[in-house]
């Protein structure tokens, strides 16, 4: 019995090649296979607390919710400075009607979906579409105005069965950011589509330090911008592997994913022909014919895939580390005593209102528990507070790699923040003792 992705391939043949910068296209014998990325998260890391029976998969402690946080706020500011275009938020909830374009749209995607009973049946959004372009069905853009950019991100669910759950990788509710550029013909969405690539290429470096460009296009779509993926090639110095589709299964007809070197696919670009007519959205000059624009959707991924991929980023080094900004934890305090708490709490209390994400190991465990377990959690820094620390004296903070610095209050600050700044992302209660999940 074939699967619903099953359904979207059959009797479509593929064929692999390579496109080097020196513009050669060359045939592959098949895809490269470089093994299945992890689904899960470390579980050493703290973040996420795995549920049994009717409960939830999994609930994300306070360490992991700033690590979402962290990576949503990434995403948005990534989507503002370097995509460009404007936010939209819009409802999570649409009509479910026969014929309409939103189910000819969900008829292109190969998952299950999630309804409401009752007289009036609705669906539960599976990706950003169903938002966006209702933003735009039925609109005439002047030519003036293209491109046209618009971003979101969203919580989207899908109904998958429990064999096809696959940890953070694979869930049934999930954040996902998608940004539609509306491009008045071809020739203009191939230039925004170069422009959105290479931005990409340069985002990824926040994350990884190895990455691929795949693309997958129909045989027509190669046919009609070999020059063009050429000229991408050239210009970003590196080959593209091409996946070429015998005909169109999708909206699009070419698309681009890149893959990190630890599997995981990221960001991504699709060139959409068909969605402009399904809605009904035109453009043209005042005074022409009215055509159907360009779709590009690009997605900087889901903050819960982003984790996957820092954490397999960071497990590569010696020790294993996060960037400092993406680290959950900056600074771990440890008090050595009780009569040292109420001054290790203050200073994270301090620390963290000026931007530094601090917590306070007060639990009921030797100091050398405490660091062991701030290793275990890829802490950055760690500190001991103890009577002289407690009284204002300067702090002895280890890095992960085992260095040790002296630091003043303001010194501490001055060098965990000359980098990045001050966070925007905050932490909750700073005591673990007092956390509801650690």
């Known amino acids: ?16 090649l390579v496109i080097t910068p020196d513009g050669r296209l060359n045939t592959r014998d098949s895809e490269a296979k470089s093994g299945p990325a992890p689904a899960a998260l470390p579980r050493h890391l703290g973040w996420i607390e795995h549920g049994s029976g009717d409960g939830p998969q999994f609930v994300w402690t306070s360490a992991g919710s700033t690590a979402l946080n962290l990576a949503e706020q990434w995403i948005r500011r990534a989507s503002t400075d370097r995509l460009w275009g404007d936010e939209v938020v819009t409802p999570s909830l649409y009509p479910w009607q026969d014929g309409s374009p939103l189910q000819t749209l969900a008829g292109t995607f190969a998952d299950r979906l999630y309804f409401t009973d009752g007289a009036r049946r609705q669906v539960l959004r599976w990706n950003a579409d ?13 030519a003036s105005r293209l491109p046209l950019r618009l971003w979101e991100t969203c919580r989207c669910f899908r109904l998958n069965q429990s064999g096809e759950r696959k940890g953070v990788r694979r869930m049934d509710e999930f954040t996902l950011h998608d940004h539609h550029a509306i491009c008045s013909d071809e020739q203009s969405a191939l230039l925004e589509y170069e422009r959105l690539v290479m931005a990409q290429l340069d985002l990824i ?15 027509d779509a190669l046919d009609a911008r070999t020059d063009f993926l050429a000229r ?4 970003t110095g590196r080959p593209l592997n091409v996946e070429v589709l015998s005909r169109r299964r999708h909206y699009w007809d070419m698309k681009h994913k ?10 991504n670009t699709q060139f959409d022909t068909d969605n402009a007519r399904r809605f009904g959205l035109t453009t043209g000059s005042a005074h022409g014919p009215r055509t159907y624009p360009v779709v590009l959707h690009t997605s900087l991924s889901s903050p819960e895939r982003l984790l996957l991929v820092a954490a397999a980023q960071a497990s590569g ?27 290790a ?13 601090t917590d306070v190991d007060d639990r009921n465990h030797t100091i050398s528990w405490k660091v062991r377990k701030a290793a275990e959690e890829w802490t950055h820094f760690v500190a001991v507070i103890g009577p002289r620390e407690a009284a204002g004296g300067p702090l002895a903070v280890r890095d992960r790699d085992g260095t040790t610095q002296t630091w003043h209050e303001r010194e501490l600050l001055e060098q965990i923040t000359k980098e990045h ?14 956390r509801a999940t650690s």
């Open 258 to 267: 890149i893959v990190t070197r630890s599997g995981y696919s990221t960001f």
């Open 421 to 434: 700044g001050a966070s925007p992302v905050r932490m909750g209660e700073v005591r673990l003792s007092r």
């Open 130 to 142: 169903p938002g966006l372009f209702s933003v735009l069905s039925g609109r005439h853009v002047p």
């Open 317 to 343: 080094s010696t020790p294993a580390r996060f960037p400092l900004w993406f680290a959950p934890v900056q600074l771990r305090l440890m008090p050595v005593n009780h009569d040292s708490v109420a001054e």
């Open 1 to 16: 019995m074939p699967t619903l992705r099953d359904r979207h391939t059959l009797g479509i043949s593929v064929r692999h």
């Open 345 to 357: 709490v203050a200073l994270a209390r301090r620390l963290s209102a000026a931007g530094v994400r």
């Open 205 to 219: 470096g926040d994350w990884t330090d190895q990455a691929e460009l795949v693309f997958t296009l129909t045989e």
């Open 232 to 235: 991408l090639s050239e210009r």
